[in-house]
């Protein structure tokens, strides 16, 4: 059965570090999100992307991050100058229509030292 | 535009019933039911579309009440595997789903 990949599984990174997250959407599909959760909380929207450009995002989704899709499989979520408070699980959702179900890739742990 | 769920915790005992409810303060193109066990990621439903349309697991129904912008989960029979946390989320005719704050299912034997 298809589905969403995310490396890394986990990334410790110092405050102030650029990390980037990387996300693989299920080949067809062609919206793609990303959300985060701090432990133990909701699932909070951050992005959502379709045809190359961002369609919607959240006030959380600040200058701070980018996401890209670089080739025709890669989507990821830049974050350039990490705070603490960016220590989440970071989840990766593709679907294919704009009204369908979202798949779920595994997550990336972000800690920030 | 957070949907408000509600109860936030239900305890159960295998074989019990249980309701989830959704409600939202705006007009809604489309409900989703996920459910999401520890340190997992969540996992689809159900999905309920404006207009009545339904997509979701067999053993799972639910509900959407246009009018009310409300949705419900009915979990019947509960089997252990049942317990995680489900998170409805809602969509307001854009590319953008929030979820609630979700609620905590625990199922005992």
């Known amino acids: 059965e298809p589905e969403v990949t995310q490396t890394p599984s986990h990334q410790v990174t110092q405050m102030g570090q650029e990390v980037i997250l990387r996300c693989v959407p299920i080949s067809n599909h062609l919206y793609f999100y990303w959300y985060r959760q701090i432990l133990g909380q909701k699932v909070e929207f951050l992005v959502s992307?379709?045809?190359?450009?961002?369609?919607?995002k959240s006030e959380i989704f600040d200058d701070q991050f980018s996401v890209e899709r670089p080739d025709g499989s890669n989507f990821t979520l830049k974050i350039r100058s990490t705070k603490l408070e960016d220590s989440a699980m970071y989840f990766c959702?593709?679907?294919?229509?704009?009204?369908?179900?979202?798949?779920f890739g595994e997550g990336s742990r972000l800690t920030v030292l | 535009q957070q949907p408000v769920q509600s109860p936030q915790a239900v305890i159960l005992r295998e074989g019990e019933d249980a309701v989830i409810n959704c409600s939202s303060s705006?007009?809604?193109?489309?409900v989703h039911w996920y459910r999401q066990k520890h340190g997992e990621a969540p996992v689809f439903l159900m999905i309920l579309l404006k207009g009545g349309e339904q997509k979701g697991h067999e053993k799972i129904s639910a509900s959407f009440n246009e009018k009310k912008q409300q949705s419900s989960l009915y979990l019947t029979a509960s089997q252990l595997s049942y317990s995680g946390t489900y998170f409805c989320?809602?969509?307001?005719?854009?590319?953008?789903?929030?979820f609630g704050t979700g609620t905590r299912l625990q199922v005992f034997p």
């Open positions: 959702a593709s679907r294919a229509t704009g009204a369908g179900e979202l798949f």
């Open positions: 989320g809602t969509e307001l005719n854009t590319d953008k789903l929030i």
């Open positions: 705006k007009a809604l193109y489309s």
């Open positions: 992307f379709y045809n190359n450009e961002i369609s919607e």
